[in-house]
Each structure stands twice: as C-alpha cells, then as structure tokens.
C-alpha cells in the first residue's frame, strides 16, 4: 500500500512538472500554430536563472526563505523575458512561413542548452534547495519526498490561474476563441498578435516556474533538462487536445502515473515506453484526444 | 473623408492568388455611402474571396479605398477598426464559447458603448440564450449571432456573406427584415444567391464571373432583364429556387 501512495504522489509530482512545460505548449500550439521546439529551452532558461540566483549571484536571494522564493521569481521572470524576445524577434517575423518557424525554433531549442553548457559547463549542477522541501513526510505509511508536493501546489495554483484568466478575462475570451477560428477574430477588430505575445509570455512563465521547481525535483540543473521533458510535454500536448489546459492537466497526471508505476513494476526506463504506448492507445481508441480537440 | 456621392468603400484591380491559383483577376466594385449593394456571381465566382480580399483575410494586390483612404496594407483588425461589421458566409461563430461571449468579442474597448438595447431588441431570443454554448444553437440563431455582432458597434460598412445560405424560409424572411432595418441606417454589401432578397433589399450591384467584374449597376434593372440575370447568374431572376425571401 504504501509503495502504491509514493508511486502515485510522485508520479502526481511529475506529471505537475509536464503540466508545467505542456499548458503554454498547448495554449501556444492551439491559439497560434506554432510548434514550439523552443519551449524546453526557457524550461532551461528558468532552471538555470533560479540556480544561478539562488547561488548567491543575486542579491537578495539565496537557496531558503524568502530568499529561494525571489531565486524562483527570478528564474521565472527570466524565461518570461526569453519567451517575449524570442516571439516578437524570430516567432513573429515568420507567421507566414510556418516552415521556416519550426527550424528557427528547432534552432534555439539547440542553441540555449549549447550557450548554457558553453558558460557553465555540460555537467549537472547541484541545485541549492531549501531544507525544509528536501525531507519526506509520512503519507498512509509511506514517506514522500516534499518538494512533489510543492510541485503540485505549484501546477494546480497555474491551472487555476490559467483557468481565471481563460474563463474571465478578455485577453483569455480573446486566446479561447483564437484557438477556434484565428482569422475571424481579427475579422472582429481584435489584434491578435497582442494575444500571441501574451500567450508566448504565460507559456514561459510556466516553463520556466517548471524548470526552476525542476531544479528542486532532480536536485540537480543541466543544459538539457529543458530538451529531454519537452517530449513528454508534446505527448501531454497531443493526449490532452491543442489549446486545452483541461486536457493537458489530465494527460501530464497520467503521463506522469503511468510512468512512475511502469518504472517500478517493470523494468527501469520502461516507463519512458509505456507512455509512448499509453499515446499510441490513446491516439487509436479516441482519436480526438481527451478533450476532442485534437488538431 | 468621403463625400454624399463618393462611394464609401471602392475596389479597384482586386487580385488575390491562393496555393498558385488565381482567383480574382482585377475585380472593381463600389459600395454607395447609403443602402444596399449586392455582390452577385455563379458559384465560385469569387464573391466570398473578393469579400476576404477587401478585409485582408487573404493576401491581395490593387486597391481597397475605405471611408476615402487607402486600406489595402492596413492589417485586417485595424481596417475592421475603422467601422465595418463582417458576418462571413460560414457565420464565423465561436462554438466553444456562450452566446453572451461571442458578442463580447465582438465589443471595441475605447470606441464608443456596444448598442445591446439595438441587438436584443432586434433578436430578443440571443439575450434569453446569452448563457448557452454557442455551438448548440440552429443555424439561423448562429446567424443571428454574426449579424448581431456586426450591429454592436456602430459601424459605417455591414459586409454580410450570404446570410441567408441554408436557413429555413421563416428564418430568411427574419434576417431579411433585420438587413433591412440594419440598411436603413448604414450601407451594406451583401454576398447573396437569393435573388428574391436581392430583389427586395438591394439598390445597386456587382456581378462577378471567373474572378472579374462581369457588371454594374441598379439591381432593379438586372433583375428586370432575365437574359441578363441567365447569362450572368445562369438563372432567371424568377426562378422559384431563388424566391424564398418573398414570404
């Protein structure tokens, strides 16, 4: 009983982690049509900010208290930053050659972990977490890791902010309905690339918040961190619809699931097929996705 | 600026080429500052790309004068901006979102208050269903929604694509009714195969053919020609199929 409590809350936990990388994917993927292979290097980018600042490079901020806090904030404002810059200066200028977009963002996607292994270095760095997020507490007889939970804590304060800003906002009236029909909204006078760039900075945030909490779950950061959970992030994408963030939170918790419990009672690494399996059965029994809003 | 007898909107050398294909060859059109210009043509004739065209949906060449300025490089939201309500051929209406949530993405922050008195009063039943998904609605409430939203916003141009395209008759009279209250007070150019509706609602028209400018002129005189109305259109302008607007 207690292992099938630590499988789950820790599969829970990574499943928050690709609930993280995936809900801007989605939102980004469903409302403009931009496959973004960029998106695990501002996952990079956050890790290594909040890294960078909790080591002590920051005033202000350090590796406990209010001091970690700031490190993740600047971590996730650094990856917002990187998703502005990288919308309006490479993302922007090629909406009409679509092509050429996924090879620019292929390009970064490369690129961001070279220049972070060019600064500092291809090895894994320790990841200066508070104490307190670095014990275990006792779960139904089972003893899980805390920083799963500050995981959790973590998607499900995103999920409801995204849902608050899709369900009562007018720029999220605006990303909904561009994800249905992009050209009437602006047949309606809307500016839609103001959404876009508003969606590319949400998209970062989150990435970058996930790659900072990251840094807590692997307790290491590494230039290609980013890189290797983008590809599960594209599975939560695909299984939970484009542009659905519903979708993706059910999808990246049964990503998530599946790979923890396949991991365990199969062979290590065999939860990384399981789930590519989990995609194919998916795929074939409901074709639509989970939500039905496969593109 | 434009003046009583300048046309409001005016088309010249319209040419839009899609996947290597043309598909307008140079359409001319006028739009009068007042009542309603019918845009006419067989099937794929170009009415519904011309429509896209002149609103920057499509890329396109020549010269899309509105309101006495050149629009054609303006981004389709800024010409938009400038005063023209669209309901397209396919209603354009957003499924996943509410009736009241269709209409409020239709809203202009910073350009006047949406006249929702003028919306329910017209569609009464869009205020009672503001709550309900959009894509649950029949086809003539769809409808209603897209011209409901070109009517929020006090526009100077109303472009309605085919509005009546498989509605049933009591719907069409409906939507007639409301085309021509809504003309009264601002001009519209209205994409239609219904030539009963033409008939009834349209002062002055444009025939398109393969892409081009085929004719132009008083809609009552090419309906009153059926040699002219068969040649054009490839019907008689009192075929029964075309008459459903006149209940």
Redo the contacts between chains.
């Keep these: 009983m207690s292992t099938v409590v630590l499988l789950a809350v820790t599969g829970l936990g990574l499943g928050a982690l690709y609930f993280l990388v995936a809900s801007g994917l989605s939102l980004i993927f469903g409302l403009m049509d931009v496959l973004n292979f960029a998106h695990g290097a501002l996952l990079s980018i956050g890790a290594y900010g909040s890294w960078w600042a909790a080591s002590g490079h920051l005033p202000g901020a350090g590796s406990s208290g209010a001091g970690f806090v700031l490190a993740v904030a600047f971590g996730t404002a650094v990856g917002t930053l990187a998703a502005v810059v990288l919308e309006l200066a490479l993302i922007r200028p090629l909406y009409d050659r679509p092509r050429e977009q996924v090879l620019a963002t292929v390009g970064v996607g490369l690129a961001v972990p070279a220049l972070l292994s060019a600064i500092w270095g291809a090895d894994a760095r320790p990841f200066p977490g508070p104490h307190a997020l670095s014990g275990t507490f006792g779960l139904l007889g089972a003893r899980i890791p805390v920083n799963r939970l500050v995981l959790l804590a973590a998607a499900l304060l995103v999920l409801a902010a995204l849902r608050l800003f899709l369900g009562r906002t007018r720029h999220g009236l605006v990303v909904r309905a561009g994800v249905e029909d992009r050209a009437m909204v602006t047949a309606l006078g809307v500016d839609v690339r103001r959404a876009f760039t508003l969606v590319f900075a949400i998209g970062g945030a989150a990435a970058a918040l996930g790659g900072a909490l990251g840094g807590l779950y692997y307790g290491s950061v590494d230039p290609g961190q980013g890189t290797s959970l983008l590809i599960f992030a594209f599975v939560v994408v695909v299984m939970g619809g484009m542009g659905s963030v519903a979708g993706a939170a059910l999808a990246a918790a049964g990503v998530g699931l599946v790979q923890q419990f396949a991991n365990y009672y199969t062979a290590s690494g065999l939860g990384d097929l399981a789930v590519v399996v989990l995609l194919a059965a998916l795929l074939l029994l409901r074709p639509s996705g989970l939500t039905g809003r496969l593109a | 600026m434009t003046t009583a007898s300048e046309p409001l909107l005016s088309v010249r050398g319209l040419r839009v080429v899609l996947g290597g294909r043309h598909i307008l060859h140079g359409v001319d059109l006028d739009v009068a500052p007042a009542g309603v210009t019918a845009l006419l043509g067989r099937n794929g004739a170009g009415k519904t790309t011309t429509v896209r065209g002149v609103?920057g949906?499509v890329p396109r060449t020549g010269s899309v004068r509105f309101a006495g300025t050149e629009t054609v490089r303006l981004?389709?939201?800024?010409l938009?901006?400038r005063g023209i309500g669209?309901a397209?051929e396919d209603r354009?209406v957003?499924?996943?979102?509410t009736v009241a949530?269709n209409l409020?993405?239709?809203e202009?922050?910073g350009a006047g208050t949406p006249d929702y008195p003028l919306v329910h009063e017209l569609f009464p039943e869009l205020k009672a269903r503001a709550r309900q998904s959009a894509g649950t609605l029949s086809g003539g409430q769809q409808q209603m929604v897209a011209i409901a939203?070109t009517l929020l916003?006090g526009n100077r141009l109303i472009i309605a694509d085919e509005p009546t395209k498989g509605l049933a008759p009591r719907v069409v009279t409906e939507v007639a009714l409301v085309l021509e209250r809504a003309a009264r007070a601002v001009p519209v150019l209205l994409v239609e195969q219904n030539l009963a509706l033409v008939r009834r609602l349209a002062d002055s028209c444009v025939v398109l053919a393969d892409g081009r400018t085929a004719h132009r002129g008083p809609a009552a005189d090419l309906l009153a020609d059926t040699g002219a109305t068969r040649r054009l259109l490839g019907v008689g302008s009192n075929s029964p199929a075309h008459e459903e607007a006149d209940a």
């Design positions: 609103l949906l981004a389709t939201h800024d938009v901006r669209y397209p354009g957003f499924a996943g979102l949530e409020r993405l239709a202009r922050p939203r916003n």
